[in-house]
C-alpha cells in the first residue's frame, strides 16, 4: 500500500475525493456514534490550527487495515476493504489562552457480504488509536518528543468509554435496514407491511443500490488513477506476508499490525537494523530492513563506506557532448531558459547495468561536479540527456543542484523536483 505522508497534491486530492463520495453515500450506511478524544495544549488556536495543517490533520487518508484501528463488532474485520478515515477536529478556548483540541476519527470502509446486495460502505467505531496518534503528533511538534511523552495524562479519554464488544458506547450498531416503521411506512394489522408499502420499499432498494453501483465505479475510477500516476521512488517494500510493523525500533515492541507480502510503504528513515515507514497521515511504524526490498536509491544511501568501496563498479556511462542552449523541453520552471546540457552514451549495451538506478547515480555525479564556464552567462539549469534506446532526460535547477552539491537536500528530496521524462525511464522495473 502507498500511505500519503509522501503523498503528492494529486493524492491528497483522490483522498479528499473519495471521502466526499462516501459522504454521500447510502442512507443505509451503517453508522457508528463518535467519541471524542481531547488534549490541553498551552499554545494559541492560531498556532495549534497551523500545526495540524501542517500534520495534514484535515486531510482524509486510506487505512492499510481497519484491524486493530476500529473496535471489534458483530461483522468479521476481514471483510472490510478500501478503508479511510479522516478527522473532525474542534478547538477549544482553554486556560491561560491556551487551547483544547478535540479529535473524533470517521472510519469508513466497503463491506463484502457474502451476499453481494448487503455490500455497502459503513461507518466504523475507532477504537481511539487514530485520536491517540494525532495528539501525540500534535504535542511533539508544539512541545518537543519529551514533552509529549510526559502529557500523555493530558488526554482526555472518551466518556462514556467504548463497548469493545459492540463498538459503540453503551450499545450496539444501529441496524443497517430499518423497520417498516422506523422508515415511515404504515403496518398491516399482523405488524408486516402491505403490498403497495412492500413495492415502495423495493423501489427505494434499487434505488439506493443503483446509487451504490454508480459510487463504487467513481471510486474505482479513483483507484485507477492513482494506480497510473508516476511510482514514487522512495518506496520499501514488504517481502513476505505477516511482517510487522512495531511503535518502536525496539525488538519485542508492540507490533501496529501485519503488513501483507507486496506492500509499500514510504521511507522516511534508517535506525540501525530498523526502517522508519509511514504508514497512512500521520502514523508512523518500524519494519526490519532484512523484511523489505530497498529501491536502488535508498540502497545505496544507506550503504556503509567499507561496503561502498568494496562493490564500487566503473561508470557505466560517458559525457559525449556539452553545450550551452534554451532547455529543449516543455518544464515549465525552465522553458525557454538558458541551461547546460550534457549528452551521455552508455559504455556497456548491457541494460541491467544500465538501468533505473545508474542513470540516477551517473546523473548525480553531474549534478554535484557542476560548475559554470567561466565568462559564460548564468544557466538557469542542468540537463543531462541519456543518449540510447531506454534513456530519457533530468533536468533540475541551478538552486536544486548547489543544494545537492552542498548536501543540504536529501537525494530523494531532489529527484521529486527534478524534471524526469520519460517518469518510467528512471523507476525500478516491477516484480515478477
Not at 541551461?339 to 545508474?358: C, F, H, R
Request: with cysteine; hydrophobic share 40%; proline share 9%.
Amino acid at each position: 500500500m502507498t500511505t500519503p505522508g509522501y503523498r503528492l497534491p494529486k493524492q491528497q486530492l483522490l483522498s479528499s475525493l473519495a471521502f466526499l463520495i462516501l459522504s454521500l453515500a447510502l442512507p443505509h450506511m451503517a453508522t457508528a456514534q463518535a467519541v471524542p478524544y481531547a488534549g490541553t495544549f498551552a499554545q494559541s488556536k492560531v498556532e495549534v490550527e497551523k500545526a495540524l495543517q501542517d500534520l495534514q490533520a484535515y486531510t482524509g487518508q486510506r487505512l492499510p487495515v481497519v484491524d486493530g484501528f476500529v473496535a471489534t463488532g458483530d461483522q468479521p474485520l476481514n471483510r472490510f476493504e478500501r478503508a479511510f478515515y479522516q478527522f473532525s477536529i474542534d478547538l477549544l478556548p482553554g486556560a491561560s489562552d491556551g487551547t483544547v483540541v478535540r479529535a473524533t476519527a470517521k472510519i469508513t470502509a466497503w463491506y463484502a457480504d457474502p451476499d453481494p446486495w448487503k455490500s455497502g460502505y459503513q461507518v466504523l467505531p475507532s477504537n481511539g488509536r487514530l485520536e491517540l496518534d494525532l495528539l501525540e503528533r500534535l504535542r511533539e511538534k508544539l512541545e518537543g518528543k519529551t514533552a509529549a511523552a510526559t502529557a500523555r495524562s493530558h488526554v482526555q479519554a472518551p466518556k462514556p468509554k467504548l463497548d469493545l464488544a459492540t463498538g459503540v458506547p453503551g450499545g450496539s450498531l444501529p441496524p443497517t435496514r430499518p423497520s417498516p416503521a422506523a422508515a415511515g411506512f404504515p403496518a398491516t394489522a399482523a405488524g408486516e407491511p402491505g403490498n403497495d408499502e412492500m413495492a415502495a420499499l423495493r423501489g427505494k432498494r434499487e434505488t439506493q443500490e443503483k446509487r451504490a453501483q454508480q459510487l463504487n465505479a467513481e471510486l474505482r475510477s479513483l483507484e485507477e488513477i492513482q494506480r497510473n500516476q508516476a511510482h514514487p521512488l522512495n518506496l520499501v517494500v514488504v517481502k513476505n506476508s505477516g511482517t510487522p510493523v512495531l511503535a518502536r525500533p525496539v525488538a519485542g515492541s508492540h507490533p501496529l499490525f501485519a503488513a501483507a507480502a507486496n506492500d509499500e510503504f514510504e521511507f522516511l528513515d534508517a535506525q540501525g537494523g530498523w526502517i522508519h515507514v509511514q504508514i497512512s497521515g500521520v502514523s508512523r511504524g518500524y519494519i526490519r530492513r532484512s523484511s523489505l526490498d530497498l529501491p536502488d536509491s535508498i540502497g545505496a544511501q544507506l550503504q556503509s563506506p567499507s561496503d561502498a568501496a568494496a562493490t564500487q563498479k566503473p561508470e557505466v556511462f560517458r559525457i559525449e557532448h556539452e553545450e550551452t542552449s534554451t532547455f529543449p523541453g516543455e518544464w515549465e520552471v525552465l522553458r525557454g531558459k538558458p541551461v547546460k546540457i550534457y549528452t551521455v552514451q552508455p559504455v556497456s549495451v548491457d541494460l541491467k547495468e544500465t538501468k533505473a538506478s545508474a542513470k540516477l547515480t551517473f546523473a548525480a555525479s553531474i549534478f554535484r561536479r557542476f560548475s559554470p564556464d567561466p565568462g559564460a552567462s548564468a544557466v538557469e539549469g542542468i540537463v543531462v540527456i541519456f543518449d540510447s534506446a531506454d534513456g530519457g532526460i533530468i533536468a533540475a535547477t541551478r538552486a536544486n543542484v548547489q543544494q545537492l552539491a552542498s548536501d543540504s537536500i536529501s537525494r530523494d528530496n531532489f529527484w521529486r523536483q527534478c524534471y524526469l521524462e520519460p517518469p518510467d525511464a528512471f523507476q525500478p522495473p516491477p516484480k515478477p
